[in-house]
């Protein structure tokens, strides 16, 4: 019986892969969804399609983009959404950074070095859960851990698309849990201040608010992700052939020699240096690294972790290729870095056409219209609490299909979603954790997801023949397993009547007039 399930399982991903995988290339998809939305915006234009804002009250029309007005703002701004659509300088920054470390052979010696110290059981579940934690530092995850993470498993002789889809699982689909405060805590903490200061004007929510939940769910999900990885993508998947090119993996993995020891040894005393220079700054409380208002949450440290990730690879990278003799001159550096940026051609391709995409739908107002209209729909239905929580992970799962930005989303329904769960008397922090289960699980198949591009370009290193169904085909069991076990999370919680973080429970009282 589980036999016959799991072969329906796989021959249902095998379908998903091929429908997706016979669509035209990716770039050429996103191009024909741009297309669509400039179609959809006349028809909807006409139609006189529209909703009512709920932070403003303002009412909010869909823009035809094949007017002359549209017309004209596609031409003029095409170039700036290409070279403005955030994940890009965020990539071509830290791939030289990481080029620099590349071409030196540090990044092979020290994945070497990991493969022969790590115990190979407890790998999987270890890139999980540093893909979970890697969101304290913004975009980090995307650009360095899940590449590394193909590498690794390709070193071990595992197929390396495997690891790559445990690292992507942890880094996008486990985005809003983590074991410290992330850049994403504050940041939500003060839109739901805003929307609940709607019912109370004196309502704060710290960016602890959701932490204690928080910190559970990132060993969860790590486990869920680790389970999800052995027991479906991995059989899945199966031995790693290669890619087309003869490159089929599974060499064996070569003890360090001593000069490279050296060379590892001299590049973490580089590393300590620079660290120290970063903590003599952000300690101190009128530290030079401190944020504008004091704190180091808002600080160049974090806000600034691409800029900090290309130079501690650059010191790191240099140092270790002078040691081994690698690096002999300054064009040799220079030569990694571009030859790092050599990878991101097709990348770059897919995102000019994603970027116009993501820019028109904006544009459009389709995307906030769509918002406003679901979570009416679903507000007015009149649910208890855990149906209610239960609806609204699925909303915002829905949701994230279609807007990609966790900010802008929750900028959009906390005016709606923190007022209603207010006065129905639960916490505008409940509503906010809700929300991030919801914003997090659809993140891995999310076409709309910022790096979704990225994630092709890196799979199809290792399979040229890789598309959005082999993405999304890899990582569906991955949103089903943890949406299932999240909301389970929440509902076992909310049941128990546990706090959300400190001094953040479930229940609001009504504010006193």
């Given at each position: 019986m589980a036999k016959n399930k799991k072969n329906r399982i796989e021959r249902m991903l095998n379908v998903t892969e091929k429908v997706g995988n016979a669509l035209p290339h990716p770039a050429t998809l996103f191009l024909l969804f741009a297309l669509s939305v400039l179609l959809f915006s006349l028809i909807a234009h006409l139609a006189g399609w529209s909703g009512i804002h709920p932070g403003t009250g303002e009412e909010v029309k869909v823009v035809n983009l094949l007017s002359k007005e549209g017309f004209h703002r596609i031409l003029l701004e095409m170039v700036d959404n290409f070279t403005g659509f955030a994940p890009l300088g965020i990539v071509l920054v830290a791939m030289m950074g990481i080029g620099?470390?590349?071409?030196?052979?540090?990044?092979?010696?020290?994945?070497?070095?990991?493969?022969l110290s790590a115990p190979r059981k407890m790998l999987t579940f270890a890139l999980v859960l540093a893909g979970i934690l890697s969101n304290v530092a913004s975009d980090i995850g995307y650009v360095l851990l899940i590449p590394l993470a193909g590498i690794i498993f390709k070193a071990i002789g595992r197929h390396p698309i495997v690891g790559m889809a445990a690292a992507f699982a942890g880094v996008s689909g486990g985005f809003s849990a983590n074991l410290i405060l992330g850049t994403?805590?504050?940041?939500?903490?003060g839109l739901s201040t805003e929307a609940a200061q709607i019912v109370n004007p004196d309502y704060v929510v710290n960016p602890t608010a959701n932490y204690y939940f928080m910190l559970v769910s990132t060993v969860l999900i790590a486990f869920a992700g680790t389970f999800v990885t052995e027991r479906i993508v991995a059989p899945r998947l199966g031995e790693y052939k290669g890619n087309g090119d003869g490159d089929t993996g599974g060499e064996g993995i070569e003890i360090l020699s001593k000069i490279e020891k050296k060379g590892i040894k001299w590049s973490f005393a580089v590393t300590m240096l620079i660290t120290a220079f970063v903590l003599i700054g952000i300690i101190p409380e009128n530290g030079l690294l401190r944020g504008s208002d004091g704190t180091i949450l808002n600080s160049p440290v974090i806000r600034g972790v691409v800029a900090w990730l290309l130079i501690f690879s650059a010191g790191a990278g240099i140092t270790y290729g002078i040691v081994i003799k690698k690096y002999k001159n300054d064009a040799d550096i220079m030569n990694s870095?571009?030859?790092?940026?050599?990878?991101?051609?097709?990348?770059?391709?897919?995102v000019f056409f994603a970027a116009q995409f993501v820019a028109?739908?904006?544009w459009s107002n389709l995307g906030l219209i769509l918002a406003i209209k679901g979570a009416g729909a679903l507000t007015a239905i009149n649910l208890g609490l855990i149906p209610l929580v239960i609806m609204f992970i699925i909303f915002a799962a829905i949701l994230n299909m279609f807007m990609g930005s966790a900010s802008a989303k929750w900028a959009l329904l906390a005016p709606i979603f923190i007022p209603i769960f207010m006065f129905l008397g639960?916490?505008?922090?409940?509503?906010?954790?809700?929300?991030?289960?919801?914003?997090?699980?659809?993140?891995?198949?999310?076409?709309m997801m910022s790096f979704f591009a990225l994630i092709i370009a890196f799979v199809q290193k290792y399979d040229k023949k890789a598309g959005i169904g082999t993405i999304?085909?890899?990582?569906?069991p991955y949103s089903i397993v943890f949406f299932i076990v999240?909301?389970?999370?929440?509902?076992?919680w909310v049941w128990i009547g546990l706090p959300l973080g400190p001094d953040a429970g479930l229940y609001y009282e009504a504010y006193p007039h």
């Amino acid at each position: 019986m589980a036999k016959n399930k799991k072969n329906r399982i796989e021959r249902m991903l095998n379908v998903t892969e091929k429908v997706g995988n016979a669509l035209p290339h990716p770039a050429t998809l996103f191009l024909l969804f741009a297309l669509s939305v400039l179609l959809f915006s006349l028809i909807a234009h006409l139609a006189g399609w529209s909703g009512i804002h709920p932070g403003t009250g303002e009412e909010v029309k869909v823009v035809n983009l094949l007017s002359k007005e549209g017309f004209h703002r596609i031409l003029l701004e095409m170039v700036d959404n290409f070279t403005g659509f955030a994940p890009l300088g965020i990539v071509l920054v830290a791939m030289m950074g990481i080029g620099i470390a590349e071409g030196s052979g540090l990044i092979g010696a020290l994945i070497r070095l990991l493969v022969l110290s790590a115990p190979r059981k407890m790998l999987t579940f270890a890139l999980v859960l540093a893909g979970i934690l890697s969101n304290v530092a913004s975009d980090i995850g995307y650009v360095l851990l899940i590449p590394l993470a193909g590498i690794i498993f390709k070193a071990i002789g595992r197929h390396p698309i495997v690891g790559m889809a445990a690292a992507f699982a942890g880094v996008s689909g486990g985005f809003s849990a983590n074991l410290i405060l992330g850049t994403i805590d504050p940041l939500l903490a003060g839109l739901s201040t805003e929307a609940a200061q709607i019912v109370n004007p004196d309502y704060v929510v710290n960016p602890t608010a959701n932490y204690y939940f928080m910190l559970v769910s990132t060993v969860l999900i790590a486990f869920a992700g680790t389970f999800v990885t052995e027991r479906i993508v991995a059989p899945r998947l199966g031995e790693y052939k290669g890619n087309g090119d003869g490159d089929t993996g599974g060499e064996g993995i070569e003890i360090l020699s001593k000069i490279e020891k050296k060379g590892i040894k001299w590049s973490f005393a580089v590393t300590m240096l620079i660290t120290a220079f970063v903590l003599i700054g952000i300690i101190p409380e009128n530290g030079l690294l401190r944020g504008s208002d004091g704190t180091i949450l808002n600080s160049p440290v974090i806000r600034g972790v691409v800029a900090w990730l290309l130079i501690f690879s650059a010191g790191a990278g240099i140092t270790y290729g002078i040691v081994i003799k690698k690096y002999k001159n300054d064009a040799d550096i220079m030569n990694s870095m571009a030859d790092s940026l050599k990878t991101l051609a097709v990348y770059m391709v897919l995102v000019f056409f994603a970027a116009q995409f993501v820019a028109y739908f904006k544009w459009s107002n389709l995307g906030l219209i769509l918002a406003i209209k679901g979570a009416g729909a679903l507000t007015a239905i009149n649910l208890g609490l855990i149906p209610l929580v239960i609806m609204f992970i699925i909303f915002a799962a829905i949701l994230n299909m279609f807007m990609g930005s966790a900010s802008a989303k929750w900028a959009l329904l906390a005016p709606i979603f923190i007022p209603i769960f207010m006065f129905l008397g639960y916490s505008p922090e409940l509503a906010q954790v809700v929300f991030r289960i919801g914003d997090s699980v659809t993140n891995i198949i999310s076409p709309m997801m910022s790096f979704f591009a990225l994630i092709i370009a890196f799979v199809q290193k290792y399979d040229k023949k890789a598309g959005i169904g082999t993405i999304i085909a890899t990582m569906v069991p991955y949103s089903i397993v943890f949406f299932i076990v999240w909301t389970l999370l929440i509902v076992v919680w909310v049941w128990i009547g546990l706090p959300l973080g400190p001094d953040a429970g479930l229940y609001y009282e009504a504010y006193p007039h």
